[in-house]
Structure formats: structure tokens, C-alpha cells
């Protein structure tokens, strides 16, 4: 077999297991696997002690968002190539449906701001906030339009984010026949904003007390909430960024009773604990839901390594130090969220395969398989088979190097993970064929990427 691209000799890591074997690309598509060295090609990449991977798929990340007064660092050039440093070739982001507006709106207004920039191929969640008859009219064109799952906050207000229960289960029913999902961004906001204004009112104003005030139980309240509402509307359910181990334990059980029920975690939840917020800097650690214990954390892997959690996201909101510091005097008043778009492969690599909490295999699972199959993504994206998009990270594992603030693409002038010994990083990734970023270089140009247009998920 004659290819464009030959990807020869590598341990090509599978959801089901690893093989040795030479990887041959044509068109920007796998042909198909062959025997180690034996395969022909234009071009020959030696892959002899490295691991081969699909390309990442990061379905929760923030580009170019402004929240709680401050701005990301990344945009949708600079945020996608630092995804594809960070071995990603497709990200998800957000279109935000702003109150008073339209969905298509919203989803129009994200494309004209990421089509022309990004390096990565992409997807959009729509972010419903105003959900009324017209609105929900809107569904079927916005699914067949490719954002096939929506994220509701049910917290928020002051963002002008937060939707009630009733709109949010008018909206699963909505979505049920047409294929679409619904995201959760669920903790309850009762329970928190009572306790944050306790907090305040005490003078507790650090940022310890921002974990505090969001405690598992808001959380586990939250899921179970959804899962109830999702089930009487025949809607599958996606929970970003789970952290609860009662959350998790709804969510297995949902599961078990054939519902559509997923749930990702993040790789802060899975790298870092609460212990964090006690230090000076603890608030460049503030996001939603919190960091938790270490009891949490291991039920974290736990999910991970069964399956039950579907997707290990980054969540990358990537404000500078600067611009988390400005709320550190008082800790509502911090933006939440952490960058990390290229720190998940090492951090899953070596926190997880290393440590031995999770399996190669897993690891794949979690990085790319299991978010393709989930947001509607596969069989194009997520696995090395013959037929799909030659999407490929090639990763070291016997090269160590130490995570810092210079590991990132952008100005963020911090890292959650600075410090930290780490492995598995990314030698080469490969989208659709092409060198996209070789040893930390961007080889490619703003506007590669393409949009994608996932398809539903059945109820
Ligand atoms: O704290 C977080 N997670 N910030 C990003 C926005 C979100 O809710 O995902
Ligand atoms: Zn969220
Ligand atoms: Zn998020």
C-alpha cells in the first residue's frame, strides 16, 4: 500500500488495546494499519519509541470568552494552537445564546468570530439562556446546523447564564426528538448563593471559603435534579465538569438503567485538591465546581478507569494572574476557571497510565474516543481505523519535563500544574494528515481548522 504519510513503527494505542504497527495516511484519512516497517510513503515519520494516540478531543473549552469582567487570554487562533501543542486536533466550544436574542443568533455570531481562526477543527455548544416558544422552535434548525448538544447553567444569575427548571425541561423535551442532548452545568444555587452570602456577611472572604460555599451536596443536588427532569423528557444528559462522588454514583445508576446519562471530569479535578485554595495564591484556583479532597479525586479516576465518565475536558478559561487577582481580595468576585488545553495528555499520561490508576487504553478512551462518540464526532474523529480522519498525537514516554508558565502558548502568567514532573508529552500532532505542531512548532496557518457538524445521540 502506497501513502501520503507513513507513520512507521510506533505502539499505536487503541481503546481496546496496543499493537506495534505502521499507520498509513492518504487524503487526509487512514488507509489502514500495516506490519511495523513495512509500510511506503511520500513522506516517512519514525515513530520507533513513541506512542501513537488519536488526536485529542477536547469538548470543553473556552476560546475568546468574557465572564465575570475579565477576558480570556486565549482567542480561537492562539487557543487552538495551544490545543494542538497540547496533542489536540479538535476542540468544542461554546456559542451563547444571549437573553433576548436568538439561538441562531448566538451560534452565527461564534462562527463569524472562530471560522477564519482556528487551527483545530471545532465544534459549538449552544449556551441556551432564554428558552420561550420561539426559541425552542429554533431547535431542530440549530441540531441540524451541528450544535447537537446545549449547555444550560443552572447557576450564574448575575452572568445572566442561570435557566429555571421549568424552561431547562421544556427544553430536553424540545430537544429529545431531534437527536439533540442537553449539557449541565448543575449545581444548585440556592444552596450557594445562600451560603456565599453567610460567607460574606462573616467576613470569610478568602478563597477557601469560594469551596465552601459550593459544597458536593450542591452539586449531587443539581445531577440528580437533571437526571429526573431528563428522564421524564426522554433527553440524554451530559454533566460537565463533574466532582462529586454521590454525583457520580447517580450518574453510574442512570447508566445502569439504560438512560442516556454521561458526564465528563476535568484534569484539575483529577491533578488537584482544595488543599490549593490555602495557599497564597489560592486564587488562581478558583473555579466551578471547586477543587474537592482526595477521597473525591480517587472516585474521579475511579469513573475514568470504568468508563462511567466519559470524557476527561479541560475546561480551559484561561484568564491571566493578573486579571484572577483583581478578585482576590474577595472570593466571589474571582473569574472562574483554569487554563489547561495542552496540559491534559501529560497530566492523563502520567497522573493516570504512570501512576497506574488508569490503563493506556483508558487513557484513549477518556482523550478522544469516548468525547467522538458522545458529541456526535465519530466514526470520523476519535479512533485509528481505517476510513477515519488521520488525526494523530505522537507522544515520548520516556522524556520528563517540568510543567511551567512558559508551557503554555499564551501570556496566562500562571500555571495550576507549575512544578509538576510530567510525561507523555507531545512530540508531534497530526490533523488530518497534515504537521500541524512538531516539538512545540506551529506548522500550519489561522483558519485550518474546520467547523464540524456533529450529529444527535438517540435517547
Ligand atoms: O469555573 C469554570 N468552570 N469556569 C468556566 C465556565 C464553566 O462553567 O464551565
Ligand atoms: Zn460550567
Ligand atoms: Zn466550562
Not at 469582567?69 to 444571549?98: E, H, K, P
Not at 443539581?222 to 454514583?249: E, K, M, W, Y
Not at 485509528?384 to 508551557?407: E, F, K, Q, W, Y
Not at 506548522?443 to 456533529?454: A, D, E, W, Y
Request: proline share 6%; charged share 20%.
Amino acid at each position: 500500500m502506497t501513502a501520503d504519510l507513513v507513520i512507521a513503527n510506533g505502539t499505536v494505542a487503541h481503546p481496546a488495546g496496543v499493537e506495534k504497527a505502521d499507520i498509513l495516511v492518504g487524503d487526509g484519512r487512514i488507509l489502514g494499519l500495516a506490519d511495523p516497517g513495512s509500510g511506503r510513503g511520500a513522506r516517512m515519520v519514525d515513530a520507533t519509541d513513541h506512542i501513537v494516540l488519536p488526536g485529542g478531543i477536547d469538548p470543553h473549552v473556552h476560546f475568546l470568552i468574557g465572564f465575570m469582567g475579565q477576558r480570556s487570554v486565549y482567542d480561537f487562533y492562539s487557543g487552538t494552537v495551544a490545543a494542538l501543542r497540547g496533542g489536540n486536533t479538535t476542540v468544542i466550544d461554546f456559542a451563547l445564546q444571549r437573553r433576548g436574542r436568538t439561538m441562531i443568533d448566538g451560534l452565527k455570531h461564534r462562527r463569524v468570530q472562530a471560522d477564519r481562526h482556528v487551527a483545530t477543527d471545532y465544534g459549538l455548544h449552544l449556551i441556551a439562556t432564554d428558552i420561550n416558544p420561539a426559541t425552542l422552535a429554533e431547535i431542530p434548525a440549530i441540531v441540524a446546523a451541528g450544535a447537537s448538544s446545549m449547555k444550560v447553567y443552572t447557576v450564574y444569575e448575575k452572568e445572566q447564564l442561570k435557566v429555571e427548571d421549568g424552561p431547562l425541561h421544556d427544553l430536553m423535551r424540545a430537544l429529545a426528538p431531534v437527536g439533540g442532548m442537553l449539557g449541565l452545568h448543575a449545581e444548585n444555587a440556592s444552596l450557594i448563593d445562600h451560603a456565599i452570602a453567610r460567607h460574606l456577611a462573616a467576613g470569610e472572604v478568602a478563597p477557601r471559603f469560594h469551596a465552601l460555599s459550593r459544597p458536593g451536596l450542591a452539586e449531587t443536588e443539581a445531577v440528580q435534579r437533571g437526571l429526573l427532569l431528563a428522564q421524564d423528557a426522554g433527553c440524554p444528559l451530559h454533566i460537565f465538569h463533574l466532582n462529586s462522588g454521590p454525583a457520580l454514583d447517580a450518574i453510574e445508576a442512570a447508566q445502569a438503567c439504560g438512560h442516556a446519562a454521561s458526564a465528563e471530569t476535568c484534569t484539575h479535578y483529577l491533578a488537584l485538591t482544595a488543599e490549593q485554595y490555602d495557599r497564597p495564591d489560592g486564587h488562581l484556583f478558583v473555579m466551578s465546581p471547586p477543587l474537592r479532597d482526595a477521597a473525591t479525586q480517587d472516585r474521579m479516576w475511579e469513573g475514568v478507569a470504568s468508563g462511567a465518565l466519559g470524557a476527561v475536558t479541560s475546561d480551559d478559561a484561561s484568564y491571566s494572574a493578573e486579571a484572577k487577582a483583581l478578585g482576590a481580595e474577595s472570593f466571589d468576585r474571582i473569574a472562574n476557571g483554569v487554563p489547561g488545553v495542552e496540559a491534559r495528555l501529560p497530566l492523563l499520561y502520567t497522573l493516570g497510565v504512570e501512576c497506574g490508576r488508569i490503563t493506556l487504553p483508558q487513557l484513549v478512551e477518556a482523550w478522544s474516543t469516548g468525547p467522538a462518540r458522545l458529541f456526535g464526532l465519530a466514526p470520523e474523529k476519535g479512533s485509528i481505523t481505517p476510513g477515519a480522519d488521520a488525526d494523530l498525537v505522537l507522544i515520548d514516554p520516556h522524556t520528563r519535563r517540568r510543567m511551567g508558565v512558559d508551557s503554555h502558548y499564551g501570556p496566562i502568567g500562571y500555571n495550576p500544574y507549575d512544578g509538576m514532573d510530567l510525561t507523555g508529552w507531545p512530540s508531534m500532532t497530526i490533523r488530518r494528515g497534515e504537521i500541524a505542531v512538531q516539538d512545540g512548532a506551529f506548522l500550519g496557518k489561522p483558519g485550518q481548522g474546520r467547523f464540524l457538524v456533529r450529529r444527535g445521540r438517540d435517547a
